[in-house]
């Protein structure tokens, strides 16, 4: 055994209940043990405490022993417990530290005392296990969210911890990297690494776990299939255009009618330019050829706050954009006039109403973000991976939620990689691929 959880309570700071309760785990060397459950059920709370950062980091009570590789997680010093422990959070953005993405690979190793002549190549190495040594001499701000994920990742894996903890590492990876990377992460147990990891793709992740835990439940569900519905007029369209960042160009002569009553889906692999597309359509990025129409009118040169309520965006990453010091007053800033109540209800966040957004799980977050943008009731919603930390009961409530708002005449779009989601939305699938756009179904 090399990590354990004996009798683990924690409760965050002025949350009314423990997030964990009397938890024990053990971890062995050369495992995977996948946590499931559903999103807010203590996953990632779990991890932090494995990683040392809960209460170190976060504060709260805390009671019970966390060890990791013969440390006490309350004793011994946060650096001590990282050399042994690697974490990957459910922001990739979270764990960046420099521009750079070959100086922020080995930002964990220099952190380590590798020595500076050893630091480059084995960034390099890491970068080329998750299949992104191409993304060696980049910007983190030129990546996809899949591409900063797998930096991320490489991050961690460079130090070659004995213990991997991971939180959603393959939410936003197309399922090739997908398979890639999970593939490494059971070489990597089979030579003796411990892995513990949370991940909702139960898909992706149980064939290469050893044991499966249930946190706070069973959340099991499957999405059920189902047809695209009719749609009516255009809302929205791309005519043409062009896209890309700092100089690259990965979109070419796009053309995109969003019509009432549709759900769109984007698939594509990472960095085939799904996020570029929904930001040119939301205004956030001009196209340099090519025009956008709201409907019917010409809206290229507006910017994104000027097609807003009209048309609203939920990026990737929506923790970042939520200001307000509850989720209450966050789904309350996008509807001043707006039934707040039933919004809150519609996505399963009643009782999260009062809580500080950054006090909430990656996929709580994204539910309160969703919430938001859905209270100023846009005709045409644009999600970008929207799942995105959400356990398969929260999936398929908001896929009925998608078709019960197209049925109304809006219109919503969306960029996934999740085709059973994009599925159960019954979505029309335009697929994404050298900077060109096909419907695929």
Known sequence: MIASAERL??????????????????????????????????????????????????????????VIDGLDTRTAAPAAVARRAGIAFQDPEAQVVYRAVLRDVAFGLSNHGVPAAELEPRARRALDRVGALGLADRT??????????????????????????????????????????????????????????????????????????????????????????????????????????????????????????????????????????????????????????LHGRDVTQQPAELRYPALALVPQDPGRFLLCDTARAEVASGAPHGAIDEVLAALDITELADRHPRDLSAGERERVAIAAALAADPAVLLLDEPTRGMDPARRAALARLLRARAATGRAVVLATHDQRFAAACGAEVHELAGGRLQVAR
């Open 9 to 66: 309570t924690y409760r965050y700071p002025d949350a009314a209940r423990d997030v964990l309760d009397g938890v024990g785990l053990e971890l062995h060397r050369g495992e995977i043990v996948l946590l499931a459950g559903p999103s807010g059920g203590g996953k990632t709370t779990l991890l932090r405490a494995f990683a040392g950062l809960v209460p170190h980091f976060h504060g709260g009570r805390f009671a019970g022993h966390v």
């Open 140 to 293: 983190v701000d030129t990546l996809s969210g899949g591409e900063l994920q797998r930096v991320a990742l490489a991050g961690v894996l460079a130090p070659e911890p004995p213990v991997l903890l991971l939180d959603e590492p393959t939410a936003q990876l197309d399922d090739e990297a997908a398979a890639s990377f999970t593939a490494l992460i059971r070489a990597l147990a089979d030579a003796g690494t411990a892995v513990l990891i949370a991940e909702h793709r139960r898909d992706r992740a149980d064939r290469i776990a050893d044991r499966v835990i249930e946190i706070r439940g069973d959340a099991r569900e499957e999405l059920p299939p189902h047809e695209p519905g009719t749609s009516g007029e255009v809302l929205l369209a791309a005519r043409g255009i062009d896209g890309g960042r700092d100089g690259s160009r990965v979109l070419q002569g796009i053309e995109l009618e969003v019509r009432a009553g549709a759900v769109v889906a984007l698939h594509g692999a990472n960095g085939s330019g799904k996020t570029t597309l929904l930001r040119l359509l939301a205004g956030l990025d001009q196209p340099p050829a090519g025009s956008i129409e």
